[in-house]
């Protein structure tokens, strides 16, 4: 167990926030998640939240509550919503911040800090990436669909955001969520960043599982094509990711066939008919090679498409 009780909040009830919650719960922590949907949170309060893996069902009841406001500071804010909801939760956020409160984002795509750098100082911002495979039944229920690491790394390091960070390991690994630490955390964002690039709108689009992609010639070429763009820009950025195209080509096609079976959370977004994160993830590589002057036609037409595809019928 941690040495000190923190007071942890995981923002979002989704299929990770929840997946995160049951973990935190069971290992005894003080964990609670905020719900902007009043109902939701009262039926999660009453029937806990379920966890079903490999045969077992697990069971937790950790609070949670609609309403930011009396809930005092948190320790930890654990960022789990779409990242197009980051601005729309920022005032929830602020009655749960201190003056030592870490806001941690282990959302999909790149940018998130700049949105959170509105309301907490960059010294006090998380950011990380997990493989963690989850997917949400119905609420408060959540197939586990495989075990993952998480990596996690300080926007500013300074002497305390590290300290803060190595804490929060401690929690994770403590609650059997496999966590490490990056000193460089971008490198491991924009690693994901690129296997999403080269995944989530092609399935999303063409409704076919992660294994799909690179059963067919066509649907290569797509990804190949993406992944490189997306590498250029990381190039002129001057990030050393450590990989050639081909060991990009070789990261991305690996993740799909370890995740042969699963449906991309876009893909899932999409037949829901919910908003995507194209905006953070092939959206974002296009806004950037627009500023560095590289061409990503890829990207900005797999990025018009899946807006199309959002359009209200």
Not at 8 to 26: F, N, Q, R, S, Y
Request: with cysteine.
């Amino acid at each position: 167990m941690p040495q000190k009780e923190c007071r942890l909040t995981i923002v979002g009830p989704g299929a990770m926030g929840c997946l995160l919650g049951v973990h935190l719960w069971k290992a005894g922590n003080k964990v609670s998640i905020l719900d902007h949907r009043v109902e939701r949170a009262k039926l999660l309060s009453s029937t806990g939240i379920r966890v079903e893996r490999a045969g077992e069902t697990i069971e937790a009841f950790p609070e949670v509550l609609a309403n930011s406001t009396g809930m005092g500071v948190r320790d930890f804010i654990i960022v789990l919503v779409k990242s197009h909801q980051n601005e729309r939760v920022l005032p929830y956020l602020d009655p749960m911040i201190g003056k030592d409160t870490m806001i941690v984002s282990l959302q999909n795509g790149i940018g998130h800090e700049r949105i959170f750098r509105r309301i907490i100082p960059a010294e006090r911002i998380i950011l990380g990436v997990t493989s963690q495979g989850a997917t949400l039944i119905s609420p408060g229920i959540v197939r586990h669909a495989g075990q993952g690491k998480t990596v996690l790394g300080v926007v500013k390091k300074d002497t305390m955001g590290i300290r803060r960070v190595h804490e929060l390991i401690e929690i994770f690994n403590n609650a059997e969520w496999n966590c490490e630490y990056a000193d460089d955390i971008y490198v491991a964002i924009w690693k994901k960043l690129i296997v999403n690039v080269g995944i989530n709108a092609i399935t999303a689009l063409c409704r076919i599982k992660n294994g799909q992609v690179i059963d067919h010639p066509e649907g290569l070429k797509l990804q190949r094509a993406a992944v490189k763009e997306a590498l250029e820009v990381a190039r002129r950025l001057g990030l050393s990711l450590g990989m050639d195209e081909k060991k990009a080509f070789d990261m991305v096609e690996m993740v799909c066939t370890r995740t042969a079976n699963n449906f991309s959370s876009m893909f899932q977004d999409i037949l829901e008919g919910r908003k995507t994160e194209i905006d953070f993830i092939n959206g974002a590589i296009t806004r950037l090679g627009k500023r560095l002057d590289v061409a990503t036609p890829v990207n900005e037409c797999l990025t018009w498409l899946i807006r199309l595809n959002t359009v209200k019928k």
